[in-house]
């Protein structure tokens, strides 16, 4: 069939920039987890900057919402079963929170900041009742190892912020100190990038204060998160996708000085890695300092329309501040909320996304930290499902990951509001299969016309019948490939290809 292989890849190749339709997947992968469906909960491991999981004492933890209790609770994975346990602690029992997690190994403490949400889309600022009611509050946890509980330690939780906010990141510097970081959405269009720390101690807050840069007045779609790195540094970054701006910014401060004390840079945009259309309100950040280089990374993805232009990228910072970017999806790819992990054992880069961009399946592509490049295409599934099949916020954790802590990533399924979840063994890079899984493709057990045809003319379609059915929920008639029930796969070159090249920036997720 070698003949048959290469004249379907000469169809597809003929039909110059066309939107690939993501691959096919003849068995479900991950594993699927409980229902979180009945109480309003519409996006539990959103935000896209947010980070859901931790790894402690061994064991993979998370916040979870449980239909039991009606509010979002602790709760750990037994790596023997894939099924996550819930534990008695409740964090947060407002159906439109979501929260940020962050493990601090050095005082033993979790904190998770969780604040009530908005819906904000590029076309359709959220109504001004939703963004005043509600709050963020941040929660402080101590854990028991001999009994693997959580309680929360007294005088918390405390509120940090009055009102609702699409994303709120938490982090810590090198002296104690939390920093906050959420962007608010003004009733005249004078949205802000907002940023708040501890003083004296978790529990003493200052005041709320704009980021103190002419860059951080944004759309009323965009977001921020906060990291520490270098050991001795906070950074935010941001979206801006005004008019005329379009970039990703970075500002640094300084651990111990005032904190007023910002220094910005553009990491992406304005001819820095990328000209045009390069902001969206897709972000999230992971740092690795343990090797000393540094190193700041930024999973983002831009605003480009044209097939061929990077869709999601990965952006790097050095210890000197030089940023560069390497491509991860196109825009014909149909990536969108991408997350960036570090193994440091194994010295590997994970990133992974969703496709396509209203839902599907979670794809990974991993790259050496040394020589970061990724290669074309969609990428490895982790999380796929022949029933759910609108998959979507993959979230893990902020700490870095290596062999004993394996790598979880943990979404949801939004029609049929249940969690999924993928692990990795890391190392030898095996993804657990649910439960059935069938992992052997399909063989091609017919063709027409057959693999010793010569002379056919261009707008030949060209069929091939497979060993099994195929999944036909990835691809419908505006594709290049179309699938039908008795595992027939008919590629038609002169199928509308539902080119990307006029993509309506209305339509971004």
Not at 240 to 259: C, I, S
Not at 337 to 343: A, F, G, K, L
Not at 411 to 423: C, F, I, P, T, V
Not at 474 to 488: E, I, M
Request: with cysteine; aromatic share 8%; proline share 5%.
């Amino acid at each position: 069939m070698r003949l048959l292989r290469l004249f379907i890849a000469l169809l597809l190749a003929a039909a110059g920039a066309v939107a690939l339709p993501v691959p096919a997947l003849a068995a479900d992968v991950g594993i699927p987890g409980p229902s979180y469906d009945g109480d309003g909960v519409k996006t539990p491991t959103a935000d896209k900057a947010q980070s859901k999981l931790w790894f402690q004492d061994g064991s993979w933890w998370g916040l979870l919402w449980s239909t039991s209790a009606h509010a979002t609770k602790i709760h750990r994975l037994d790596v023997a079963t894939q099924t996550w346990q819930e534990t008695e602690t409740v964090v947060d029992a407002r159906p439109t929170a979501r929260g940020d997690a962050l493990w601090d190994a050095q005082t033993g403490k979790l904190y998770v900041v969780s604040g009530t949400t908005v819906v904000s889309e590029w076309s359709s600022p959220p109504a001004r009742d939703a963004v005043t009611s509600g709050s963020a509050v941040l929660h402080r946890y101590s854990y028991n190892a001999s009994t693997k509980t959580y309680s929360e330690d007294a005088g918390l939780p405390i509120t940090l912020h009055r009102g609702s906010t699409e994303s709120i990141t938490v982090a810590k510097d090198s002296l104690g100190k939390l920093w906050v970081t959420y962007t608010v959405v003004a009733s005249d269009n004078s949205n802000r990038v907002y940023v708040n720390h501890s003083t004296t101690s978790d529990t003493a807050w200052g005041d709320p204060f704009v980021l103190p840069t002419t860059n951080a007045q944004v759309h009323h779609d965009d977001i921020s998160a906060v990291t520490s790195f270098q050991g001795d540094k906070i950074g935010v970054m941001w979206s801006n996708q005004r008019k005329g701006d379009k970039k990703f910014y970075l500002a640094v401060h300084q651990d111990g000085q005032p904190e007023k004390s910002w220094q910005t840079e553009v990491a992406y945009g304005g001819g820095n890695n990328c000209n045009g259309g390069c902001a969206n309100d897709h972000l999230n950040l992971r740092q690795l300092t343990s090797d000393g280089s540094g190193r700041l990374f930024a999973a983002i993805k831009t605003a480009h329309q044209n097939v061929g232009q990077t869709f999601v990228a990965l952006l790097v910072r050095d210890q000197q501040g030089q940023w560069t970017s390497a491509q991860f999806g196109a825009v014909e790819d149909a990536h969108t909320r991408p997350m960036v992990m570090i193994d440091e054992e194994h010295r590997q880069v994970w990133m992974f996304a969703v496709a396509p961009e209203e839902g599907g399946s979670i794809f990974y592509k991993t790259a050496p930290l040394d020589n970061i490049a990724f290669p074309p295409g969609p990428g490895t599934p982790i999380i796929h499902s022949s029933t759910d099949t609108d998959i979507n916020d993959p979230t893990s954790t902020k700490q870095n990951v290596n062999g004993q802590t394996g790598l979880v990533v943990l979404a949801s399924a939004r029609k049929n509001a249940r969690y999924w979840h993928g692990h990795i063994a890391l190392g030898g890079q095996s993804i657990t299969a649910g439960a059935g899984s069938d992992t052997t493709a399909p063989a091609v057990t017919a063709g027409s016309p057959d693999d010793q045809t010569a002379g056919m003319a261009v707008d030949t379609a060209v069929t091939q019948t497979l060993s099994e059915t195929t999944d036909a929920t990835t691809t419908d008639d505006t594709t290049a490939a179309k699938k039908n029930a008795a595992g027939a796969v008919t590629r038609n070159p002169n199928a509308d290809q539902a080119s990307r090249s006029a993509r309506s920036p209305s339509a971004r997720e």
